[in-house]
Nanobody, 122 residues
Framework: QVQLVESGGGLVQAGGSLRLSCTAS??????MGWFRQAPGKEREFVAA????????TYKDSMKGRFTISRDNAKNMVYLQMNSLKPDDTAVYYC?????????????????WGQGTQVTVSS
């Protein structure tokens, strides 16, 4: 059974940083992604990373502030978030896929974590 568990969320002031972690039990997946969902809004793409870690993609509004990385030996993926803004407040979800190129499409991802809350105060 596949299980993804996120951690690292919390309350931070605007301009601060957080690093989210996701542990995938069992095995390593081709593509790992991060999504987020704010209250009253649809789930949106944040970032994704390829198997090798050499190819990453980000939502434009997050590029330059967020960095996704992975450690396949540990079956983990990370999201380093810097210069956080109140608009970044959301539940952040880790997701895993064994294929596909539509990295921003949540339909590509078969496995999902339970989410971790990130709250950014002004």
């Amino acid at each position: 059974q596949v299980q993804l568990v996120e951690s690292g969320g919390g309350l931070v002031q605007a301009g601060g940083s957080l690093r989210l972690s996701c542990t995938a039990s069992g095995r390593t997946y081709v593509t790992m992604g991060w999504f987020r969902q704010a209250p009253g809004k649809e789930r949106e793409f944040v970032a994704a990373i390829s198997w090798s870690g050499l190819r990453t993609t980000y939502k434009d509004s997050m590029k330059g502030r967020f960095t996704i990385s992975r450690d396949n030996a540990k079956n983990m993926v990370y999201l380093q978030m810097n210069s956080l803004k109140p608009d970044d407040t959301a539940v952040y979800y880790c997701a895993a896929s064994d294929g596909g190129t539509a990295y921003s499409d949540p339909g590509q991802y078969k496995y999902w974590g339970q989410g971790t809350q990130v709250t950014v105060s002004s």
